[in-house]
Structure formats: structure tokens, C-alpha cells
């Protein structure tokens, strides 16, 4: 019986670029990803941020689209930390960001926040109240609670009891795993999607969703004074079901990098090109990027 997990003969994987300065000039703006493109949560990626220097440089407003739960001033900090320079963006839009404009529309909203203090900053200046499951009225998701040792499964008594009492998921990250230096974490996009799978109910505040969207490119116009066409506009991302899906349902043009959360399906080692029978099974049945990239690079 024919292995249904291999490509099949015919397929075609996507085209590889030599780098951003291939296609920089035909763009306006280029929305891009950040964990697994810039920086893998550990150490930052040099060569993937002076492409964006030098894309500004060419004229470029890049946005950097994040499905990170926290505001932006929290990812700021972080990249300066990390060592990725300020001059390689115009401005940031996180998940963070969205959630938080979805909760000022809640007013009074008595919220359970199911992942780590590290997150609390989601909910601060705004007019609701965290509270025990037992006593609200949402499940604001930012993550696990641990996510070095949990999996979403950790979850399933509390998802069942959730589930009992009809209480919605507010999704503030729709990842569902996430580099951190050489390992996959789980993020609250798994949790929402098996919340779903118990009949559940999630909103999603980030990529692949309009609204994080709509959040940068109003922030890229702001900037530039004027939109941008959509012809006019790149993506760049590390995630299939996110940064792509998510580009291809917006019109985007987009360019995959396939070192990041991808690498070990992609049976890529750091630097090296994926195997193409690899590649073309990963983007069987989705729309090709523009073209695929190991990492981020001018």
C-alpha cells in the first residue's frame, strides 16, 4: 500500500531565492515574522536583520507581525535584549496588541488568564478583572503554565470543565509551537485547537487571522503616509498554517523560511537547503510562497 505520508510523483516544491535583495524593490512593504525569523527565542539571527536594514534602506516599511501574547513595548525589550537593532523595523504588531483591543470592548469582563505571569502584562490598564476559573465569564489563553514540562493534554480535565459551562477561549497566540533555541514549545494556539476538538469555542487574535493584519498594514500606512497596494505588500515567515496561510488569504506575496519551525520535517540542518521531495510534500494542497529561503538573509 502506497505510503499516503511522501509526496506523490508530480509534485513540485516551491523555488528557492537567493536572498531578500532578489525581490526587495518590487515590495512597499514587508510584514514580517519574528520568532523563528529573527531570533530563535535564545539568540537573534544578525544576517536576517540587516536584510531588513537594507530593505528600509531601499525604501521599505517593515512591520514586524508577531503571534507573541504580550503588547509590543514587552517584544521591544526583548529584541533589545536579544541584540536585534531598532533600526531593522518601523513597528511591531503582536497578538498581544489584539487581544487586549478585544478586551477594552469587554468592559468589566471577569477573566481567567490560563498561562504564565511572564503574560500578565496582556491585561494591565485595562478594565477587566482576573479572576478563578470558577468565577468568569472568558478564558483569555496566553500559553501554558509551564510550557517546559506540560503538554496540551496537561489541559484536558480543565478544557472538559470549560466546555460544561460553555465558557469561550479568547486565543491570544494561534501558534501552536514555537522555536526556543533547539526545541519546539507548545503554544496556546494547541490548547485552543484541542478546546475546539471538545466542541469548544476559540477566537483567534493573531496570524492567520484579518485582524492582526489590519492592525499592521494600518500602522505601515501611518508610516509611510499612504497604503500600500496589496501587490505592493511581502510577508515573511517560518510558519506554514500561520505566516503563509495567513499571507495567501490576505494577498500577500510571501517567502517562506524554512529553518525554522519547519526544519526537522524539512530534514534541513542550520544553513542548508531543504530537500525538495520534502518541501513539495509540506506545501501539498497550499498555495507556493514567491520562494523559500533557509534563513533570512540579504
Same mark, same amino acid.
Given at each position: 500500500?502506497?505510503?499516503?505520508?511522501?509526496?506523490?510523483?508530480? +509534485?513540485?516544491?516551491?523555488?528557492?531565492?537567493?536572498? +531578500?535583495?532578489?525581490?526587495?524593490?518590487?515590495? $512597499?512593504?514587508?510584514?514580517?515574522?519574528? *520568532?523563528?525569523? +529573527?531570533?530563535?527565542?535564545?539568540?537573534?539571527? =544578525?544576517?536576517?536583520?540587516?536584510?531588513?536594514?537594507?530593505?528600509?534602506?531601499?525604501?521599505?516599511?517593515?512591520?514586524?507581525?508577531?503571534?507573541?501574547?504580550?503588547?509590543?513595548?514587552?517584544?521591544?525589550?526583548? +529584541?533589545?535584549?536579544?541584540?536585534?537593532?531598532?533600526?531593522?523595523?518601523?513597528?511591531? @504588531?503582536?497578538?498581544?496588541?489584539?487581544?487586549?483591543?478585544?478586551?477594552?470592548?469587554?468592559? &468589566?469582563? #471577569?477573566?481567567?488568564?490560563? &498561562?504564565?505571569?511572564?503574560? #500578565?502584562?496582556?491585561?494591565?490598564?485595562?478594565?477587566?478583572?482576573?479572576?478563578?476559573?470558577?468565577?468568569?465569564?472568558?478564558?483569555?489563553?496566553?500559553?501554558?503554565?509551564?510550557?517546559?514540562?506540560?503538554?496540551?493534554?496537561?489541559?484536558?480535565?480543565?478544557?472538559?470543565?470549560?466546555?460544561?459551562?460553555?465558557?469561550?477561549?479568547?486565543?491570544?497566540?494561534?501558534?501552536? @509551537?514555537?522555536? #526556543?533555541? $533547539?526545541?519546539?514549545?507548545?503554544?496556546?494556539?494547541?490548547?485552543?485547537?484541542?478546546?475546539?476538538?471538545?466542541?469548544?469555542?476559540?477566537?483567534?487574535?493573531?496570524?492567520?487571522?484579518?485582524?492582526?493584519?489590519?492592525?499592521?498594514?494600518?500602522?505601515?500606512?501611518?508610516? #509611510?503616509?499612504?497604503?500600500? =497596494?496589496?501587490?505592493?505588500?511581502?510577508?515573511?515567515?517560518?510558519?506554514?498554517?500561520? $505566516?503563509?496561510?495567513?499571507?495567501?488569504?490576505?494577498?500577500?506575496?510571501?517567502?517562506?523560511?524554512?529553518?525554522?519551525?519547519?526544519?526537522?520535517?524539512?530534514?534541513?540542518?542550520?544553513?542548508?537547503?531543504?530537500?525538495?521531495?520534502?518541501?513539495?510534500?509540506?506545501?501539498?494542497?497550499?498555495?507556493?510562497?514567491?520562494?523559500?529561503?533557509?534563513?533570512?538573509? *540579504?
Amino acid at each position: 500500500m502506497a505510503d499516503d505520508t511522501l509526496p506523490r510523483a508530480g +509534485l513540485t516544491a516551491p523555488p528557492s531565492i537567493a536572498g +531578500l535583495s532578489t525581490l526587495a524593490a518590487d515590495y $512597499d512593504v514587508i510584514l514580517c515574522d519574528i *520568532w523563528g525569523v +529573527l531570533h530563535n527565542g535564545i539568540i537573534s539571527f =544578525a544576517q536576517a536583520s540587516d536584510a531588513l536594514i537594507r530593505a528600509r534602506a531601499g525604501g521599505a516599511c517593515v512591520v514586524l507581525i508577531t503571534n507573541a501574547p504580550r503588547p509590543r513595548a514587552e517584544i521591544i525589550a526583548m +529584541l533589545d535584549r536579544l541584540g536585534v537593532p531598532r533600526d531593522a523595523y518601523d513597528g511591531i @504588531v503582536t497578538s498581544g496588541d489584539v487581544t487586549r483591543a478585544l478586551l477594552e470592548a469587554k468592559p &468589566g469582563a #471577569r477573566v481567567f488568564h490560563l &498561562g504564565p505571569p511572564r503574560d #500578565r502584562p496582556t491585561f494591565e490598564g485595562i478594565d477587566v478583572t482576573l479572576t478563578p476559573l470558577a468565577d468568569c465569564d472568558l478564558v483569555a489563553c496566553t500559553g501554558l503554565f509551564d510550557d517546559e514540562t506540560e503538554t496540551p493534554d496537561t489541559y484536558l480535565d480543565m478544557l472538559t470543565a470549560m466546555k460544561a459551562r460553555d465558557l469561550p477561549i479568547l486565543c491570544a497566540n494561534p501558534d501552536i @509551537v514555537v522555536e #526556543r533555541g $533547539d526545541k519546539l514549545i507548545y503554544c496556546a494556539g494547541a490548547i485552543a485547537r484541542l478546546y475546539e476538538e471538545l466542541g469548544g469555542a476559540a477566537v483567534y487574535c493573531g496570524k492567520p487571522y484579518g485582524p492582526i493584519y489590519d492592525t499592521a498594514l494600518a500602522l505601515a500606512a501611518a508610516a #509611510r503616509g499612504e497604503p500600500a =497596494a496589496r501587490e505592493r505588500i511581502l510577508a515573511i515567515g517560518d510558519g506554514l498554517h500561520t $505566516d503563509i496561510v495567513g499571507a495567501n488569504g490576505m494577498g500577500f506575496d510571501c517567502i517562506f523560511i524554512a529553518g525554522g519551525i519547519h526544519a526537522i520535517e524539512l530534514k534541513i540542518l542550520e544553513g542548508n537547503d531543504p530537500e525538495p521531495e520534502a518541501l513539495a510534500g509540506l506545501f501539498h494542497g497550499h498555495t507556493h510562497p514567491k520562494g523559500v529561503m533557509p534563513r533570512l538573509f *540579504w
